[in-house]
């Protein structure tokens, strides 16, 4: 396996920081993950690859769903970059933007090459994170389509391949806060609907409890409703919290009434309180 060039600067590290808390928070918000789109393409296959791009330029293009000329180095790049996509611990933030970059700089077809990296890298992003499936990601490099082509033409620079990594994580970082703003938007209208609809003491009370909880103890309890039996550990993984943190915050929601647990410690489990 032979690993591409590229370096990642302290921008890149906090971006891959800054919307992995993002993504946690829109998963929260959303009642239920999309599905993952286009099942019929594996990102991490050659093969499918070179069908998805015949799809994509259909009638366009004398060479749909081959490389050009069938070039023999053509063939062994893409073959060593599909190798390192499969093996490489990077990431996925930055295996996927490295996937784009360097499949634009191959070269490989004799057009559709920027569209398909950017296709592409939108199937390797909702492999990490379903929730990434349905994001208008795709649309809001296209409308920075003159960036785009100005941090491209580092292509063939390797320490230049930073720059690419970083617009691209600032273009997804911007598609996920918008999406964000919209849900807390949406929730914020459903809420007031529902305080003219009903206006009950004991709705008034579950109400008041919610705003009082902070975003990490929010997505605790969405965790813990949909897998009961999740462990601490989990927890922490995926919310990217100190096991004592998570502790902590388990006890605060027990002591509200807004969790419990059932049966023992070890194979009991949570139950979250409407």
Same mark, same amino acid.
């Given at each position: !396996?032979?690993?591409?060039?590229?370096?990642?600067?302290?921008?890149?590290? &906090?971006? #891959?920081?800054?919307?992995?808390?993002?993504?946690?928070?829109?998963?929260?918000?959303?009642?239920?993950?999309?599905?993952?789109?286009?099942? /019929?393409?594996?990102?991490?296959?050659?093969?499918?690859?070179?069908?998805?791009?015949?799809? !994509?330029?259909?009638?366009?293009?004398?060479?749909?769903?081959? @490389?050009?000329? =069938?070039?023999?180095?053509?063939?062994?790049?893409?073959?060593?970059?599909?190798?390192?996509?499969?093996?490489? =611990?990077?990431?996925?933030?930055?295996?996927?933007?490295?996937?784009?970059?360097?499949?634009?700089?191959?070269?490989?077809?004799?057009?559709? &090459?920027?569209?398909?990296?950017? @296709?592409?890298?939108?199937?390797?992003?909702?492999?990490?994170?379903?929730?990434?499936?349905?994001?208008?990601?795709?649309?809001?490099?296209?409308?920075?389509?003159?960036? @785009?082509?100005?941090?491209?033409? @580092? #292509?063939?620079?390797?320490?230049?391949?930073?720059?690419?990594?970083?617009?691209?994580?600032?273009?997804?970082? =911007?598609?996920?806060? /918008?999406?964000?703003?919209?849900?807390?938007?949406?929730?914020?209208?459903?809420?007031?609907?529902?305080?003219?609809?009903?206006?009950?003491?004991?709705?008034?009370?579950?109400?008041?409890?919610?705003?009082?909880?902070?975003?990490?103890?929010?997505?605790?309890?969405?965790?813990?409703?949909?897998?009961?039996?999740?462990?601490?550990?989990?927890?922490?993984?995926?919310?990217?919290?100190?096991?004592?943190?998570? &502790?902590?915050?388990?006890?605060?929601?027990?002591?509200?009434?807004?969790?419990?647990?059932?049966?023992?410690?070890?194979?009991?489990?949570?139950?979250?309180?409407?």
């Amino acid at each position: !396996m032979i690993k591409p060039s590229y370096q990642l600067s302290s921008e890149v590290i &906090n971006l #891959i920081a800054e919307i992995s808390e993002q993504v946690g928070i829109l998963e929260t918000l959303t009642c239920r993950t999309p599905e993952i789109r286009d099942e /019929q393409f594996d990102p991490f296959l050659e093969d499918d690859l070179l069908r998805a791009h015949e799809r !994509m330029v259909d009638g366009l293009s004398e060479g749909i769903g081959r @490389y050009c000329q =069938d070039d023999q180095r053509v063939r062994l790049h893409m073959s060593m970059l599909f190798d390192w996509l499969t093996h490489t =611990d990077e990431h996925p933030l930055v295996s996927s933007c490295i996937f784009h970059y360097e499949l634009t700089a191959i070269h490989p077809f004799s057009e559709g &090459n920027e569209r398909l990296g950017l @296709y592409w890298q939108t199937l390797l992003l909702a492999r990490w994170r379903p929730i990434l499936a349905g994001l208008p990601f795709e649309s809001i490099v296209v409308e920075r389509q003159q960036e @785009y082509r100005r941090v491209l033409a @580092y #292509i063939g620079e390797s320490a230049k391949t930073t720059h690419f990594i970083e617009f691209i994580l600032h273009c997804l970082l =911007d598609t996920i806060k /918008q999406e964000v703003k919209n849900k807390v938007k949406n929730k914020v209208k459903n809420k007031s609907r529902e305080k003219v609809q009903d206006k009950s003491p004991e709705n008034v009370v579950n109400k008041g409890n919610e705003t009082h909880l902070s975003k990490s103890e929010q997505r605790i309890v969405k965790l813990l409703a949909d897998d009961p039996r999740i462990t601490i550990g989990t927890i922490s993984r995926r919310l990217q919290l100190s096991e004592a943190g998570v &502790n902590k915050a388990l006890a605060g929601l027990r002591k509200k009434g807004i969790i419990e647990r059932v049966g023992a410690n070890k194979n009991g489990t949570w139950k979250v309180n409407a």
